[in-house]
């Protein structure tokens, strides 16, 4: 079966602007998670979404949103766009909102911002 | 805290064995992972296991687990190029997200 999706792979913006990434799960798999992998932070926890609510959510800036859709898909928001904000931004899908599961990753969105 | 500690680098001949070693934090971490990632790809599930094992195997890949000093270990037998890569290890954190290490870099060499 078809693993996780993101879109789009690559993508420029400049400083100010805000950008909407998507995440398709594996099909059956309900929970969402969203990570963001930079050099100098690593992997970061951003958030969790199950069923549609946000379960969980990292130490980051409100300019980080999300949303899940009732097919399990889910997009990312960044507002206001900063240097500091590109990353590569992986999604990762499981079948079980909580305690321990497989948690599957997509192939990332690259971000740069200008 | 949140701190999982891996070696940076490691070097290894083909056809050797890899051992990559990482130490985590919270010893209420109920599963542990290995992922891989190669460049300009996403995070591939390599293995995991549960907390109340101490060993897991699979093909060439083992996994050693000693919970008493939360040291986790990862093995690959016989060493192949394609297994160039770098290797994160993963502790749950509070049952919903994962903590990661900062990553090995794993280099094989002919």
Known sequence: KAGVTQTPRYLIKTRGQQVTLSCSPISGHRSVSWYQQTPGQGLQFLFEYFSETQRNKGNFPGRFSGRQFSNSRSEMNVSTLELGDSALYLCASSLASSGSRELFFGEGSRLTVL | ?110
């Open chain 2, 1 to 110: 805290g949140e701190d999982v500690e891996q070696s940076l680098f490691l070097s290894v001949r083909e056809g050797d064995s890899s051992v990559i070693n990482c130490t985590y934090t919270d010893s209420s971490s109920t599963y542990l992972y290995w992922y891989k990632q190669e460049p300009g790809a996403g995070l591939q599930l390599l293995t995991y296991i549960f907390s109340n094992m101490d060993m897991k195997q699979d093909q060439r890949l083992t996994v050693l687990l000693n919970k008493k000093d939360k040291h986790l270990s990862l093995r690959i037998a016989d060493t192949q190029t394609g297994d160039s890569a770098i290797y994160f290890c993963a502790e749950t954190i509070n049952d919903y997200k994962l903590s990661f290490g900062a990553g090995t870099t794993v280099t094989v060499r002919a």
